[in-house]
């Protein structure tokens, strides 16, 4: 079973909403999985690196990139296994790819520190 499936993304206008959602029984349920372990999202544009958004620990509480901060929200759903980022006043500069990513040991937005991926959901965003 894929680990971490992204869905959700597309194409909207300057100002317009978003929800990306990750979908992680497969990681969830594989006996190996640190139940405590953070899961996060992130993003990359062409020739940028990787920028963490959020990262959520299993209780709930997340923590945000500055650039993202008032306008992106993370939620996890322990009931099932699904993992949301609702985007919402999207500008041009968060057209990017977003990953969903899982198994980080720390409250960390380095991409370095998680070590599951999705395949990523392209979110186009025009002006």
């Known amino acids: 079973q894929v680990p971490l499936v992204e869905s959700g993304g597309g194409s909207v206008q300057s100002g317009g909403s978003l929800t990306l959602s990750c979908e992680a029984s497969?990681?969830?349920?594989?006996?190996?999985?640190?139940?405590?372990?953070?899961m996060a999202w992130f993003r990359q544009a062409p020739g940028m690196e990787r920028e963490g958004l959020a990262v959520?620990?299993?209780?709930?509480?997340?923590t945000y990139a500055e650039s993202v901060k008032g306008r992106f929200t993370i939620s996890k759903d322990n009931s099932k296994n699904t993992l949301d980022l609702r985007m919402n006043s999207l500008k041009p500069e968060d057209t990017a790819t977003y990953y969903c990513?899982?198994?980080?040991?720390?409250?960390?937005?380095?991409?370095?520190?998680?070590?599951?991926w999705g395949q990523g959901t392209q979110v186009t965003v025009s002006s």
């Open positions: 959520v620990d299993n209780s709930g509480l997340a």
């Open positions: 497969g990681y969830i349920n594989n006996r190996y999985t640190n139940p405590r372990a953070y």
């Open positions: 990513a899982a198994g980080g040991v720390t409250r960390t937005l380095d991409a370095k520190f998680f070590t599951v």
